[in-house]
């Protein structure tokens, strides 16, 4: 069955460096999605992409993230200098529209634990 | 802005009906969700319901949804060790590619 991959599983960092995660979405989906949870709080929305722009961000989803879908494969998230409270995990997901747009499957990852120490 | 609420930790008995419920406040909501996480996993899309139903049945999963006070429930009939997880609710509105999730249940069951 196909699956959305991360990775690393665990990224440990220093505050101020700059990361990457990686996630390769399901091969035919079209939208891809990134999600944090804050360790015992909720799923929080960062950001959507479809079609190589975003089309949906949250106020979290500041001017040091960023997206990008450098080949047909991967999605990546960047964060350009990581501050402590970005320690959280990180959840890729994509989805596929051809439902005509009324009903969302998002199928997700396990997920990156991002450490900023 | 939109929210969802749940409450964070449930326990019952191998063969027990497990309810964990959630409060949505987004009355322009299409889709309310339920999704697992065991641990190591990402979130497993459980079942879901259309806003204009107010019951869904899926084998073990009874998802109750009352729209008037946005209030979600799910059902799981005989619980079993192997469902012992984190559930959380979650809801998407109309338009827009976001999802909205609660903080999650987590379901300890004792055999």
């Known amino acids: 069955e196909p699956e959305v991959t991360q990775t690393p599983s665990h990224q440990v960092t220093q505050m101020g460096q700059e990361v990457i995660l990686r996630c390769v979405p399901i091969?035919?989906?079209?939208?891809f999605y990134w999600y944090r949870q804050i360790l015992g709080q909720k799923v929080e929305f960062l950001v959507s992409f479809y079609n190589n722009e975003i089309s949906e961000k949250s106020e979290i989803f500041d001017d040091q993230f960023s997206v990008e879908r450098p080949d047909g494969s991967n999605f990546t998230l960047k964060i350009r200098s990581t501050k402590l409270e970005d320690s959280a995990m990180y959840f890729c997901?994509?989805?596929?529209?051809?439902?005509?747009?009324?009903?969302?499957?998002?199928?997700f990852g396990p997920g990156t634990r991002l450490t900023v120490l | 802005g939109e929210d969802v609420e749940q409450s964070l930790f449930l326990s019952v008995r191998e063969g027990d009906s497990s309810v964990i419920n959630c409060t949505y406040t987004d009355s322009s909501s299409t889709y309310l969700y339920w999704y697992k996480q065991e641990p190591g996993a990402g979130l497993q899309l459980l079942t879901y319901i259309f806003s204009n139903m107010d019951m869904k049945q899926d084998q073990r999963l009874t998802v109750l949804l009352n729209k008037k006070d946005k209030h979600l429930s799910l059902r799981i009939a005989d619980t079993q060790t192997g469902d012992s997880a984190i559930y959380f609710c979650?809801?998407?509105?109309?338009?827009?590619?976001?999802?909205?999730f609660g903080a999650g249940t987590r379901l300890f069951v004792k055999a």
């Open positions: 979650a809801e998407k509105g109309t338009g827009g590619f976001k999802t909205i």
């Open positions: 091969s035919n989906h079209l939208y």
């Open positions: 997901a994509s989805s596929d529209f051809r439902q005509g747009g009324t009903y969302n499957e998002q199928f």
